[in-house]
């Protein structure tokens, strides 16, 4: 009874609610780890009474073995998201009347800056993927779909949903669906549209539907371009934080440390709000900070005669 509730409410979530796959999967995943906690807490099988009777006990615990788990106060607080979702849906459906859980406040969040790639080292994962990858198309379709991200600033899901006859009936800008069911027009540089021709060229498939396939022919997965990425920072001793988003945040940050057009940048990423690409402008002024501070000869004055400069 509790899974077929489960399921129903996933369905709720994208077809009612409109929300993206990776956040409806996000959702489920937040939920199972809660009813694995109450089996393991109760000791028995987890049913649509415990969601009744949950309290604000049970989800403190809950928040605290997480967080022993060395999972980040922000998933811990989407956890919570979760939760509330599906006990306000279980409301709907009228299986229970309220519940206390929602009148519980997130974790508060760490502010953190995202980690973006520099040019040097955007270059060095390219040019891994040849030593990564054996098959000749393969390497031109990875590089194909890391230029697109960096260059459009997607998220990863976005390039993967896009299909072949879209790009190919485009000109100067392409057609992307975002968050949310939003369509937004990006654009295609020159060099990024010969990578993905070169790519679609030598693909040694004819007849596809999505523009980023795999060695079966089927659409590209998220987890596909996931180990791509971590093989790659393995081969070049790069940090934990190289994932395949951090190619959106580069983006993000080299135009805003070139531009500083706060607004476009909004409008490409396809922020809904402009506080969330605020932060990039944050990052921008860390990165200036830092090479000003390493790299200006006033930066250490024992590099400077300050007499010099004394009225």
Known sequence: MLNSFIESWQRYLRNSCNLSENTVVSYASDLKQLMLFLEKYNNMQCRIDDFKNLNKVDMRAWFLS???????????????????????FLIKEGQIESSVILSIKSPKIEKTLPRPLNITQIND?????????????????????LALIYSAGLRV???????KETFLSSSEFISVLG???KIRMVPIVA?????ILDYLNACKFNDFEPLFINNRGERLTASAVQKLIKKSRRLLGLSDNVTPH???????????????DLRGIQELLGHSSISSTQIYADVAKKYISEV???CHPLSNQNN??????NA
């Open 179 to 181: 968050k949310g069911g």
């Open 125 to 145: 994962i390219m040019g891994s993927i040849v030593d990564i990858k054996q098959t000749s198309w393969l390497v031109k379709r990875d590089k194909a779909l």
């Open 191 to 195: 060099l990024v549209k010969k990578l």
């Open 304 to 309: 400077i005669n300050m007499g010099k400069y």
């Open 292 to 294: 000003y501070d390493k």
């Open 246 to 260: 951090a190619f959106r945040h580069s983006c993000a940050t080299h135009l805003m440390e070139n531009t500083g």
């Open 157 to 163: 899901s976005e390039a993967l949903n896009l299909n």
């Open 66 to 88: 997480r967080k022993n788990a060395g999972e980040s106060s922000k998933t811990i607080s989407r956890g919570l998201s979760a939760v509330k979702s599906f006990l306000k």
